[in-house]
């Protein structure tokens, strides 16, 4: 119930192109949903985040799509620029408890 | 200002040794946490402390493992008897403040790669 399930593991876009990757959760007490961005050698820095009181949340061109009843979420990088090309990891927590819990990652390559 | 600093950036040691990393989190932060990521894989949550107190160590794998933080600000993170499956990367992460009705960005440092022969 702790876990949360990333998908692709990789993924490849042209430049210009949308980056989707997708993450669901089993846990429904899980109440905020952030996005962080690592580079190699860097440790996790956060992209974007959600609460489930909204179903999306747009940040210049990084978007989170919130789907509560299918207790699923994703992030869409618009206009994907080779700058954008890092690991993905979608996480998870509840309110007090503080921990994240992150997802497997996604390793995004965006070509020129 | 600095972020949240971690020594060494690199450490490597023997099977069976005694390892500490070290953690500088961002100054005023209450909040400190220690997390675990493995090649390939997503950061695992070891322990956070809420000032100087283990608020949740249930990421702790076992007893070899154990975490200090006696001012509420440097952290430690102590590894017993080291093994080949504590090779990984340790990162810390630290947060304005906790509470029960609160999220905090975890900002986080670059980690220390431990890699035990």
């Known amino acids: 119930q702790q876990q949360v399930k990333q998908s692709p593991q990789s993924l490849i876009v042209q430049k210009g192109g949308i980056s989707i990757i997708n993450c669901a959760y089993e846990?429904?007490?899980?109440?905020?949903f952030p996005w962080y961005q690592q580079f190699p050698g860097k440790g996790p820095a956060l992209l974007i985040a959600?609460?489930?009181?909204?179903s999306e949340k747009k940040e210049g061109r990084f978007t989170i799509s919130f789907n509560k009843s299918a207790k699923q979420f994703s992030l869409h990088i618009m206009d994907s620029q080779p700058g954008d090309s890092a690991t993905y990891f979608c996480a998870a927590s509840m309110r007090g408890a503080q921990k994240l819990v992150f997802g497997q990652g996604t390793r995004l390559t965006i070509n020129p | 200002g600095a972020g949240v600093s971690q020594t060494p950036s690199n450490k490597v040691t023997e099977k069976g040794k005694y390892v500490e990393l070290r953690c500088d989190p961002i100054?005023?932060?209450?909040?400190l946490y220690w997390y675990r990521q493995s090649l390939g894989q997503g950061p695992e949550f070891l322990i956070y402390?809420?000032?100087?107190?283990?608020?949740?160590d249930s990421g702790l794998p076992n007893d070899r493992f154990f975490a200090v933080r006696p001012e509420g600000s440097v952290s430690t993170l102590k590894i017993q008897r080291t093994e080949r499956g504590d090779s990984a990367v340790y990162l810390c992460?630290?947060?304005?403040?906790?509470?029960?009705?609160?999220?905090?960005?975890?900002?986080f440092g670059p980690g220390t790669r431990l890699t035990v022969l």
């Open positions: 959600i609460r489930p009181d909204v």
């Open positions: 402390f809420q000032g100087t107190g283990a608020a949740d």
């Open positions: 846990n429904t007490a899980f109440d905020y």
């Open positions: 992460a630290s947060s304005p403040r906790s509470g029960k009705s609160s999220y905090n960005e975890q900002f």
């Open positions: 100054s005023g932060h209450t909040a």
